[in-house]
């Protein structure tokens, strides 16, 4: 099993990002994937979510903080989660992480606090002002 991030990056605020999470040894679309990230000296913070296909409750969540500029999205043929960043902003630095929910704590946990298992090594994301 294994999760691994790129894409990040050095941009100037209001630039875009296209993170990817890709996924091996596992089957995709059995889990929720997360996209959570950590700044230095700040707490974890769950970014955003996308359901399993056991789940029919609309699929995606977002962090307030990032609503209406992030867009998660998976393709199951490549394996590969998401995570569309535009309008970036400063205070978006930080080390992104893809996390999978093998425990099943579904996509509504990890929003609200509980992190998944398994997560990749992160990809670096920082904003210039």
């Known amino acids: 099993v294994q999760l691994v991030e790129s894409g990040g990056g050095l941009v100037q605020t209001g630039g875009s990002l296209r993170l990817s999470c890709a996924a091996s040894?596992?089957?995709?679309?059995?889990?929720?994937i997360g996209w959570f990230r950590q700044a230095p000296g700040k707490e974890r913070e769950a970014v955003s979510c996308?359901?399993?296909?056991?789940?029919?409750?609309?699929?995606?969540y977002y962090a307030d903080s990032v609503k209406g500029r992030f867009a998660i999205s998976k393709d199951n043929v490549k394996k590969t989660v998401y995570l569309q960043m535009n309008d970036l902003k400063p205070e978006d630095t930080a080390v992104y992480y893809c996390?999978?929910?093998?425990?099943?704590?579904?996509?509504?946990?990890?929003?609200?606090?509980?992190?998944?298992?398994?997560r990749g090594q992160g990809t670096q994301v920082t904003v210039s002002s």
């Open positions: 996308i359901s399993s296909r056991q789940r029919r409750d609309g699929g995606t």
């Open positions: 996390a999978a929910d093998f425990s099943l704590s579904y996509c509504s946990g990890f929003m609200g606090g509980i992190p998944f298992d398994g």
């Open positions: 040894g596992f089957t995709l679309d059995d889990y929720a």
